[in-house]
């Protein structure tokens, strides 16, 4: 069983920043893309950000409304990726959900609806207040 341990989520003001984590096994990381994706309440899901753990590229994608304010990237030490996020705005808050699949990558570059055959993580609460 895929196991994918979220942290980081909080309360900020707008402007600004998180960071969060997601760790998972080696054999997980070494097999996959990771990704977030958000939901707002009421909302569907949105791809935030994903990055290959798998080999040497490490090459990342973001959502389109990211616009340079997000980072995600990885240590394959420790089998974790990370989001830093800055400059946050009100409507980034949302459950932030950790995702392993090799299609997390497609779906966060081409902005895909999520699948069943992804993993999720428990998701962590991030609010922006205005």
């Known amino acids: 069983q895929v196991q994918l341990e979220e942290s980081g989520g909080g309360s900020v003001e707008t402007g600004g920043s998180l960071r969060l984590s997601c760790g998972t096994s080696?054999?997980?990381?070494?097999?996959?893309?990771l990704g977030w994706f958000r939901r707002a309440p009421g909302k569907e899901y949105e791809g935030v950000a994903s990055i290959f753990t798998g080999g040497d590229s490490g090459r990342a994608y973001y959502g389109e409304f990211v616009k340079g304010r997000f980072t995600i990237s990885r240590d394959n030490a420790k089998n974790t990726v990370y989001l830093q996020m800055n400059s946050l705005k009100p409507e980034d808050s949302g459950m932030y959900y950790c995702?392993?699949?090799?299609?997390?990558?497609?779906?966060?570059?081409?902005?895909?609806?999520?699948?069943?055959?992804?993993?999720w993580g428990q998701g962590t609460q991030v609010t922006v207040s205005s």
């Open positions: 995702a392993a699949n090799l299609l997390v990558c497609q779906a966060v570059k081409d902005g895909r609806d999520v699948s069943d055959s992804f993993d």
């Open positions: 080696a054999d997980t990381y070494r097999r996959n893309c």
